[in-house]
């Protein structure tokens, strides 16, 4: 029958190598089952629940469960992953932010949009990205501290300055000068508490702050995140002009590996533990240069609760932490291991 010869070309079709239908072709997940066949592409089902919401640009169908005209069959041949990456992604500026599969949805809602909806990475594209500059000037939602309520507030980035800042109706001046050289943004949806919900990260005098923000408007805040980046990436090009842009794209911004709090002692590991505010940092490098990851304490350490600890052991000294729990323990220490593995 037709059908199936149909579903078992399109499959075969799916599967072929170096034909990159065998990841998504907008967040890479691998095994795609899905298709647009008004695009020619191979989607995930995540991707493809954004694609159903984009009907004058795009079509999904199963690869499994829909039947294939043959002449759609003939449209996903010669067309496809690779012919949409280079269609679609002609100019996507080194700085701009590529979800993968486990991304929060506006950031590959957004980035699904501005390929096949907005047209931005276009190759006959004329209008340059607004976000290249590293500058930008609008309005976003910030939590408050005293009251723990989100309040409209005006925020400045400009790259020129090096800086980003923030105003209150009541300020005159700014409530903050963010340097570039330590700003952060990542997106932390559960956090927040807002699908659109951005942690933005800095140091100042020693101390690690986070403001958390949010818009109402997917695209403005993802165009936020993006102009943070083009700053940064603007700044680490002038730092560093020897690093090879490869490496420093990874540095332009970060996500947490883990985030929380712990219990710690002292450098004497004779002062009583406590919860704080950040007032540092601590380096982590590889398992080869001496750091290690351990669940006891160091010799002569004391400690007067009985919950599970995690001694870190660096080069210049040994960390000791209280998690509150074995599950707190076991997640805290997979996380450090992953780091001092990957490094």
Not at 49 to 59: D, Y
Not at 289 to 316: A, H, S
Request: charged share 30%; with cysteine; aromatic share 10%.
């Amino acid at each position: 029958m037709d059908y199936d010869r149909n579903k078992a070309l399109l499959l075969e079709l799916q599967r072929a190598a170096g034909t990159g239908n065998d990841r998504c072709a907008d967040c890479g997940e691998p095994g795609p089952e899905w298709a647009s066949c008004k695009l020619g592409i191979f989607i995930c089902l995540n991707c493809s629940g954004i694609h159903r919401n984009l009907p004058e640009i795009s079509r999904v169908k199963s690869l499994r469960l829909d039947f294939w005209e043959s002449n759609l069959i003939e449209f996903m041949r010669s067309h496809g992953n690779l012919w949409a990456k280079a269609k679609y992604e002609a100019k996507v500026p080194p700085y701009y932010y590529i979800p993968k599969s486990h991304d929060c949805m506006v950031l590959r809602e957004q980035w699904i949009r501005a390929k096949y909806e907005r047209g931005e990475f276009l190759d006959t594209r004329v209008c340059p990205d607004p976000c290249s500059a590293g500058s930008r000037e609008g309005c976003l939602w910030k939590l408050g501290k005293v009251r723990r309520q989100f309040q409209k507030r005006q925020f400045l980035l400009s790259t020129r300055e090096g800086v980003m800042k923030y105003y209150s109706k009541e300020s005159r001046g700014p409530k903050a000068v963010i340097s570039i050289e330590t700003l952060n943004a990542m997106f932390q949806v559960e956090k927040i508490g807002h699908n659109h919900g951005l942690q933005i990260t800095y140091i100042t005098d020693g101390q690690t702050r986070n403001l958390f923000v949010y818009h109402e408007s997917g695209k403005e805040i993802v165009d936020w995140f993006n102009a943070i980046r083009a700053a940064r990436y603007h700044y680490l090009r002038i730092t560093f002009p020897n690093v090879p842009e490869p490496e420093l794209i990874p540095r332009i911004t970060r996500n947490f590996v883990k985030e929380g709090y712990m219990e710690k002692t002292g450098p004497k590991q004779k002062e009583a533990f406590k919860d704080a505010f950040a007032l540092g940092q601590v380096y982590l490098g590889r398992r080869d240069e001496g750091y290690e990851v351990r669940d006891d304490l160091p010799q002569k350490v004391c400690v007067k609760k009985k919950k599970p600890v995690i001694t870190l052991v660096t080069p210049v000294r040994e960390f000791v932490f209280i998690c509150e729990n074995d599950r707190r323990q076991k997640e805290w220490m997979d996380a450090l291991n992953e780091v001092i593995t990957q490094l």
